[in-house]
């Protein structure tokens, strides 16, 4: 996978996020806030904002992380609907936010943004959300590649 090695990640998402794997194109990113399951990929490839400025290969791939990602946050997380979004309206860098939603949130059925104060993870919590996540993202990486 061509991943640019001048690439580096936005100031604004090493700040309010928390990096918990490296996959084939992208880095997977925590959200930090515990009021939900929030991912986010961030293509390592430098100066890209929108998902069709990456090459053939690279948007294929990207398509295959985020199905791939999708599928085990909602088999982990028992979740009622999966939330895919490229804003990019504040910070420019290309990433896909991916966040489990469940008909019982507080903000269903509006979008999350703007809608409440983040909750950073505890240490405990954000281990447990490791132990829960990680091996099972590990073994289909494994698979996968």
Known sequence: MNVN??????????????ELAQLPLSTLLLCNDSTYPWFILVPRVADINEIYQLDWQQQQQLLNESSLLSE???????????????????????????????????????????????????????????EKLLPQLKAVLATYR
């Open 72 to 130: 085990l946050l909602m088999q982990t997380f028992q979740g009622d609907k999966m939330n895919i979004a490229a804003l990019g309206n504040v910070v420019e860098q290309l990433h896909l936010h991916h966040v489990v939603r469940y008909k019982s949130d507080a903000c269903w059925p509006k979008p999350i943004w703007g809608q409440q104060p983040l909750v950073a993870y505890d240490e405990q919590s954000l281990q447990a959300l490791k």
């Open 5 to 18: 090695n001048e690439f580096s990640l936005h100031p604004q998402l090493a700040k309010d996020s928390i």
